[in-house]
């Protein structure tokens, strides 16, 4: 921090950036450094700066935990909601990595829960699922209203974000939050002779992958052992 000052003192300039397009602000955003963070913002940094990839110096902070930070640059400016180019939001960030003293915070100044990012339009709540943070799926869901049956692009609910990558905290959490334990979608697979519409449960992609511990939480939270498979048009394949 006292060669920062001595550089600013300088006139060092607080936008040059490096080959990925990140500022001074963004480096201490991502290391947690506040009192560097105060130096750059007092300096004239602004805390919307994005990098190449449309981060934002709070994005950083969020996806690395560094809640005090991350208060910093909301209180000086920073948009809650802005998104990068993946359409990565600062509490989509802090969900996938499991701060859940960042997903507070956001929630409090009025992030939105159901922000998507566009790869498979998933939601906080589905990548917390599926890196099973059980915390950050609490809190999404009673603090921010995140919808334990939301869907992404293929319909696929936290629920089985959390059975197909075997969590199983994630999954006693979102069922005990009331996650619907039948809850389905239809997962398309082609082959060079059809292809087949298999409505899919939870249960069965435990079981596909004889994850007993799932497959058991499941059942006893009364999910069906039963499956269906449709073939093009809606046919039953056997």
């Not at 940094?45 to 690395?64: E, F, K, T, V, Y």
């Not at 692009?153 to 005990?176: F, I, M, N, S, Y």
């Not at 292809?195 to 992958?209: C, F, Q, V």
């Amino acid at each position: 921090v006292e060669m920062l000052k001595l550089r600013l003192a300088a006139g060092a300039s607080v936008i040059a950036s490096d080959p990925d397009g990140r500022r001074p602000a963004h480096h201490a955003a991502e290391s947690g450094s506040v009192e560097a963070l105060r130096l750059l913002l007092d300096a004239g940094a602004s805390p919307s700066l994005i990098d190449a990839a449309g981060w934002q110096p709070h994005h950083w902070a969020a996806m690395n935990g560094h809640t005090e930070a991350l208060r910093l640059l909301l209180a000086r400016g920073a948009q809650v909601d802005a998104t990068a180019q993946d359409g990565i939001t600062a509490l989509w960030g802090a969900s996938s990595n499991g701060h859940v003293g960042a997903v507070r915070l956001l929630l409090a100044k009025g992030a939105k829960a159901d922000a998507v990012s566009h790869y498979r339009r998933m939601q906080p709540i589905h990548v917390a699922a599926q890196q099973g943070h059980a915390a950050v799926i609490e809190a999404l869901h009673l603090e921010g209203g995140a919808a334990l049956d939301a869907v992404d692009k293929v319909g696929a609910q936290p629920l089985h974000h959390a059975a197909e990558h075997q969590q199983l905290d994630a999954l006693r959490t979102l069922l005990h939050l009331g996650a619907p334990a039948n809850a389905a979608f239809v997962a398309v697979a082609t082959t060079p002779d059809r292809s087949l519409a298999m409505r899919t449960t939870a249960l069965m992609m435990a079981a596909s992958d004889d994850w007993e511990a799932g497959a058991h939480l499941l059942i006893k939270a009364g999910a069906a052992v039963d499956s269906v498979i449709l073939g093009a048009g809606g046919a039953v394949v056997c």
